[in-house]
């Protein structure tokens, strides 16, 4: 597709992303750290992987269309809360909330939007946990806070939506109400493996290597509290695009310009 030029100037484009390839650099980097100090401490890592991506201007294009938004800088910045994204998958359901409630702990990731599609999952079955955070990217001296989304999952629940995508995409967001009715019920049996597994798993916690049932072993468990279980404002995207955003990221980025 023929893309506009913005403001007809590539150099703020190229500015832009930079801010977001470097916030997404950050946020990678504090998530690997994560990664290995779970496996020192614990000798047990929740997190099976982590994968990263940049929107390209063709689907940053295609998302402003779709949102009846002019095609500027300044708009992208706004109401695109997705350019930078990760996606965490990890093994059991129970490990999302974890990993979210540690993300959250993290003194210069600020946490500005929850989206718990498992609590709350989508009609078409969608089920995964999105946090809009910002972080401080360093320009000159001066912090520009930049967004990124990170999006927690299962392996089952990426499974799935893997084939959801493809679905979505082949045929336009029109599929076939057979085929919507078939992945709606894969996502109920995906949803019923994960809480089968972290059962099973649970189970197993509760016996030492002799395979003896440990006495006081409470195998409750965890569940979203207040601070993990919300759903923000939605629309049809399922990236989780949201138009309100922080307001200190809005002025940081009025200075933008000057980098």
């Known amino acids: 597709m023929n893309l506009p030029v913005f403001y007809d100037l590539t150099e703020d484009w190229n500015r832009t992303m930079f801010l977001y390839d470097s916030a997404l650099r950050i946020v990678n980097t504090k998530l690997e750290i994560m990664s290995n100090q779970f496996m020192m401490t614990n000798h047990y890592n929740p997190i099976e992987h982590i994968t ?18 002019e095609l500027t800088v300044p708009n992208i910045v706004k109401y695109i809360n997705d350019i930078a994204g990760i996606r965490i998958v990890c093994s059991f359901e129970s490990e999302i909330y974890n990993i979210a ?39 000159q001296g001066h912090a520009i806070e930049t967004k990124v989304e990170i999006q927690i999952r299962t392996i089952a629940m990426d499974f799935w939506a893997s084939l959801e995508h493809k679905m979505y995409y082949k045929f336009e967001g029109n599929a076939p109400e057979s085929i919507k009715k078939e992945l709606k019920e894969c996502a109920e049996i995906a949803g019923y493996l994960d809480r ?7 189970e197993i916690k509760g016996y030492n290597k002799e395979g003896e049932r440990m006495p006081d072993y409470n195998s409750t468990v965890y569940a979203s509290d207040e601070d993990f279980g919300k759903l923000v404002d939605d629309d049809a995207d399922v990236l989780g695009h949201s138009a309100d955003v922080d307001e200190d990221v809005d002025k940081s980025f009025e200075n933008w310009e000057s980098f």
């Open 52 to 69: 990263s991506r940049l929107k390209t201007p063709e689907s940053i294009a295609k998302k402003m269309d779709h949102n009846n938004r």
């Open 101 to 139: 409630r540690l993300i959250k702990k993290q003194a210069d990731i600020k946490v500005l939007k929850i989206k718990d599609y498992i609590m709350f999952p989508k009609e078409n079955g969608y089920a995964s946990y999105h946090m809009i955070v910002s972080v401080p990217v360093y320009m």
């Open 196 to 202: 089968k597994m972290m059962a099973i798993n649970n």
